[in-house]
């Protein structure tokens, strides 16, 4: 059985206490491989590495750094079938959207930070016969970067590209339970020539590797993507030692659909919103609102489309619905199912687990759900399932879609459809979330700023803002 090793100091290296953990192939339910049970000696081992080569990586020309991200993101895209089948593997996702977007958008991450750091440029601001300020931007030092399991390598890549590309080092966890492409990256990372301990991948559980890592001292900031509870404990934690944090953090995300709007491109579109990644994105759109005059219409179709969706093995390129992550998430979301009936709920189709053909027959897998009938404030429209499960509502006013979208504690991403422009804008305008696609979903321009509001997060990713996290500013003013 392959055993995964850490990556430290340009090395693989088993963990200091020799634990192993158990990986998962969701598809079937066994154990494929064994992973480190790494604890706070490991991550200290990371950190002293990483201590150590960030002088010479962070005054390496910008160029220099640039060149080596771009033959990670080129290692990355030479071994596309491997990254694919692992992250597959490892997540129980069909192997045809891995390989439509998670490792394509690893290597796009990878790309676009090498890139945007030669055109990355601070302020400068003149005051008319006093002097001018001029702001340098300093990378912060050895940073930490823990991502979740939902798109392993997508998300990893999208902390670690803007942290070294500004000239930090890295300490980095993926989620145990999928860190294969993690794993990978480092072979990548080593055939690319990334000095020895630029980068970290230290593997295990978020509660002994992922704590180590927000409690180590030498650790300046953390870039957390995960569950809001998860975040909350991270700020307690690492806010009274002033580290600079910023936390993606979960969504219950309003999908509101007008009377006016294109309708198959909607329908469509509203599939793919609600059950792409087994309804596994935090961008997913999990509440939908409807108009009441196209409520009947809607829900007859939309039903009629996700009960035909292929629940199957992942590597069947017919397959649109593959495994859930792990058996403990199946459980939860199968029993939000339950509450889901419970608070009055009825399930218009899916609501059940799915049993496959040997060999798949122990997987994770449930029927894409959908339910009506609940209000808007009930528990299952207002905690994050995080699956394969929608809620439909109907809606009279726009005034009345606005409230129930804002009435959840989240504030991620919102999706709008209608044809009438000034309707798009208000509603756009007033939206509780970082995010709002109008007449599309998860359409992605890296450049953008990308987080939530409320309890979906603090700060942004993507473009310059990412940069500006991962750097310092000082201003320095000088009397003319
Ligand atoms: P978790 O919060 O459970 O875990 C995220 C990562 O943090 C994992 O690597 C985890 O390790 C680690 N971790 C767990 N506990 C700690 C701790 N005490 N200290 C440090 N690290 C810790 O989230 P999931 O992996 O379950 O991911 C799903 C969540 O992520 C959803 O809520 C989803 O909405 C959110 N998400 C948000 C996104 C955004 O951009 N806003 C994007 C994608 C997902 P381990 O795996 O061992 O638990």
Redesign the pocket.
């Known amino acids: 059985m392959k055993k995964l090793q850490n990556y430290i100091n340009g090395k693989f290296q088993a963990p200091v206490l020799g634990k192993y953990i158990e990986n998962f192939d969701p598809s079937k339910g066994v154990v494929f491989s064994l992973i480190p049970d790494s604890d706070a000696e490991d991550v200290s081992l990371a950190t002293e590495a990483a201590k150590a080569a960030f002088p010479k990586w962070s005054t390496m020309t910008l160029n220099e750094r640039s060149e080596i991200l771009l033959r990670l993101s080129k290692g990355i895209e030479d071994r596309m079938d491997e990254f694919v089948a692992a992250e597959s593997l490892d997540n129980g996702k069909p192997v045809s959207l891995a390989r439509q977007v998670d490792i394509p958008r690893a290597v796009s991450n990878l790309s676009f930070f090498a890139t945007a750091i030669l055109h990355f440029a601070s302020e400068s601001h003149y005051m008319e016969g006093v002097g001018v300020n001029y702001t340098t931007r300093k990378p912060i030092g050895v940073v930490g970067c823990?991502?979740?399991?939902?798109?392993p390598l997508y998300?990893f890549t999208w902390k670690i590209a803007p942290a070294l590309a500004t000239g930090n080092c890295v300490v980095a966890?993926?989620?145990?339970?999928t860190p294969y492409s993690a794993y990978l990256l480092s072979e990548v990372a080593m055939a690319a020539g990334l000095p020895p301990g630029v980068l970290n991948i230290v593997h295990?559980?978020?509660?002994s590797a992922?704590?180590a890592?927000?409690k180590h001292p030498d650790i300046k900031a953390v870039s957390?993507?995960?569950?809001?509870?998860?975040?909350a404990?991270?700020a307690r934690t690492a806010g009274p030692m002033f580290k600079k944090l910023s936390l993606?953090?979960?969504?219950k995300n309003p999908n509101i659909i007008f009377a006016d709007c294109d309708f198959e491109d909607m329908l469509s579109t509203t599939v793919r919103s609600s059950f792409a990644n087994q309804g596994q994105?935090?961008l997913c759109g999990s509440r939908i609102f409807i108009e009441r005059t196209i409520y009947d219409k809607f829900k007859t179709a939309f039903v009629e489309k996700v009960s035909r969706m292929k629940v199957g093995n992942p590597s069947d390129p017919s397959t649109k619905q593959g495994a859930v992550v792990s058996k403990g998430h199946m459980e939860k979301v199968l029993s939000y199912i339950a509450l889901a009936e419970e608070e009055g709920g009825t399930i218009l189709t899916g609501g059940n687990q799915v049993i496959l053909d040997a060999p798949h027959d122990n997987g994770y897998y449930i029927a894409p759900t959908i339910i009506e009938g609940l209000p808007f404030d009930c528990r299952t429209n207002q905690e994050?399932i995080?699956g394969p499960v929608v809620t439909l509502c109907p809606f009279d006013t726009e005034e009345e879609a606005l409230m129930m979208a804002n009435a959840t504690q989240y504030g991620?991403a919102a999706t709008v459809w209608t044809t009438n422009l000034k309707k798009a804008h208000r509603m756009a305008d007033e939206i509780h979330a970082g995010i709002v696609w109008v007449n599309s979903w998860l359409v992605r321009d890296l450049r953008t700023p990308?987080?939530?509001v409320k309890a979906?997060?603090v700060g942004r990713e993507g473009g310059w803002e990412a940069l500006k996290f991962f750097t310092e500013p000082k201003n320095i003013f000088i009397k003319s």
């Open positions: 823990i991502s979740p399991w939902n798109l998300l966890k993926p989620s145990e339970i295990g559980l978020g509660a992922g704590d890592i927000v957390f993507t995960g569950g809001t509870a998860t975040g404990y991270i993606e953090l979960g969504g994105i935090c994050e995080f991620l990308f987080g939530g979906s997060g």
